[in-house]
């Protein structure tokens, strides 16, 4: 390698970050020896390209190379300690949309957790759920008949995950579903972390006679890499907070009732 080189590749470093990017959003993955090769620099240089990226969280480095960055939503534990107040107001406004003799089904999740434990006064339901706590929550409650729906158990999300799920609910008739969701975008949609959430969440908005998201405002504004199909179908979006004027107009035009818990 000449003298000018390293310069010359300290210059052109914006040009391969970019490139490097590109390239992991069309397959996925990329590796040092080929990137090393296209650049005409050092795999020392392409290392210090993906550490610079990976510090910035575009991209998760692997052995031998990097891979395309997938964001995920934190643990159970650590997101059920967060804004509890504001989750108990969201299952307050939920609960007030069940009457007797219902099929609910419970996503998984804090906020969903937080509706089952404001249902214990209710009677005469039966409930659907592939949450692992929301079943435990429920299943001794009076009145209440409680089906757990089978699936991979997802251990931080404490709940089972995948298309068995999808075909276990599809037996069902449904009058009401209360969905999560990984963020309220600014386009005003709700957004997911993983295709089968997106999935599922999906097709509950299809299957249900009325499906309600449930998000609190440590979602607002964010965004996930998922679109939820059908999310225009849902009946409405259930939150803790104003969201905002942008945000509440951007809802308004995809179709779902905003409902402020109070």
């Known amino acids: 390698m000449s003298e000018s080189q390293p310069a010359v590749s300290r210059a052109l470093a914006p040009r391969r970050h ?22 005409d620099v050092s795999r020392e240089t392409i290392r210090r390209d993906l550490k610079l990226l990976s510090d910035q969280g575009q991209l998760d480095i692997v052995h031998g190379g990097a891979a395309r960055f997938e964001p ?26 069940i009457k007797d003799g219902m099929v609910v089904f419970l996503d998984s999740g804090t906020t969903t957790l937080a509706v089952a434990q404001a249902m214990t006064n209710l009677r005469d339901l039966t409930i659907c759920t592939a949450s692992l706590k929301i079943a435990l929550q429920l299943c001794h409650v009076p009145g209440m008949r409680v089906h757990m729906l089978g699936g991979e158990i997802d251990p931080s999300e404490e709940a089972a995950a995948g298309v068995d799920i999808l075909e276990a609910i ?7 579903a209360f969905l999560g969701g990984g963020a309220l975008s ?9 295709r089968a959430g997106a999935e599922q969440r999906s097709r509950m908005i299809t299957l249900a006679g009325k499906a309600y998201f449930v ?14 199909r059908n ?6 979006v259930i939150v803790d907070a104003n969201p ?19």
Do not use: Y
């Open 18 to 39: 970019a490139e490097i990017l590109k390239r992991l959003g069309a397959q996925g993955s990329v590796s040092i020896a080929e990137l090393a090769g296209f650049f």
């Open 72 to 97: 995920s939503e934190p643990a159970m534990t650590l997101r059920s300690q967060e804004n509890a107040q504001g989750k108990a107001a969201i299952a307050k406004a939920a609960t007030g949309l």
């Open 170 to 176: 599809s037996r069902f008739r449904v009058d009401i």
């Open 186 to 194: 600014p386009d005003g949609e709700v957004t997911d972390f993983t």
């Open 215 to 228: 998000l609190d405002s440590s979602k607002f504004g964010k965004l996930t890499p998922l679109r939820i």
């Open 231 to 236: 999310f225009e179908r849902a009946a409405g």
């Open 244 to 262: 905002g004027l942008a945000l509440e107009e951007a809802l308004s035009q995809k179709g779902p009732e905003l409902i402020v818990a109070t």
